[in-house]
Nanobody, 112 residues
Framework: QVHVVESGGGLVQPGGSLRLSCEPS???????MAWFRQTPGKERELVAL???????IYDDFVKGRFTISRDMVKNMVYLQMNNLKPGDAAVYYC???????WGQGTQVTVSM
């Protein structure tokens, strides 16, 4: 069974930054990793993805503000979120698409 654990959510003011962390139980050098987010009443949406090659994909609403990265030694994936907006508030999920493995989610709140 594949496990994924996220951490790093919290409350931040508009314009602030947060970094989310994800630790999967499979090697990120072999499998692609992604971050999704979900708000009540809406479907989960892709935020960013990183392939084993290092290639990245971002949804338009976060381009230029969010960065997905990884530490191959620690086998960790990160989502650096800058210039956060109220519309970024959601539960963020780390995902390992090839295994359909999801973390428990971490709440990000953007508010004064």
């Amino acid at each position: 069974q594949v496990h994924v654990v996220e951490s790093g959510g919290g409350l931040v003011q508009p314009g602030g930054s947060l970094r989310l962390s994800c630790e999967p139980s499979k090697s990120i050098s072999v499998y692609q990793m992604a971050w999704f987010r979900q708000t009540p009443g809406k479907e989960r949406e892709l935020v960013a993805l990183i392939r084993p090659s290092g290639d990245t994909i971002y949804d338009d609403f976060v381009k230029g503000r969010f960065t997905i990265s990884r530490d191959m030694v620690k086998n960790m994936v990160y989502l650096q979120m800058n210039n956060l907006k109220p519309g970024d508030a959601a539960v963020y999920y780390c995902n390992m698409p090839d295994w359909n493995a999801w973390g428990q989610g971490t709440q990000v709140t953007v508010s004064m």
